[in-house]
């Protein structure tokens, strides 16, 4: 990975972009090309680690959805009928 360039104000959540980056690997072509391939100080150029973080992401998000969703049924007692 090459070393992180100052934040460039396009987007704040880099987490964001990487969710992007997962759906669509070459979605940031043009920020490279145009060497603005920062989100907020993260490199995004590297598809690999882009797609891992992607998952990562993801998989982060859901679980905590889903813990989220049990809480609130086994608070309400389970799902109505």
């Given at each position: ?45 590297d598809k ?34």
């Amino acid at each position: 990975m090459k070393e992180c360039q100052a934040s460039d104000h396009v987007h704040d959540a880099p987490a964001v972009e990487i969710e992007v980056r997962g759906a669509d690997p070459d979605a940031a072509k043009e920020r490279v090309k145009a060497n603005l391939a920062t989100t907020d100080g993260v490199w995004i150029e590297d598809k690999k680690p882009m797609a891992q973080w992607a998952r990562d992401v993801a998989e982060f998000r859901a679980t905590k959805t889903i813990a989220a969703m049990r809480k609130a049924i086994d608070a309400r007692g389970g799902l109505a009928p």
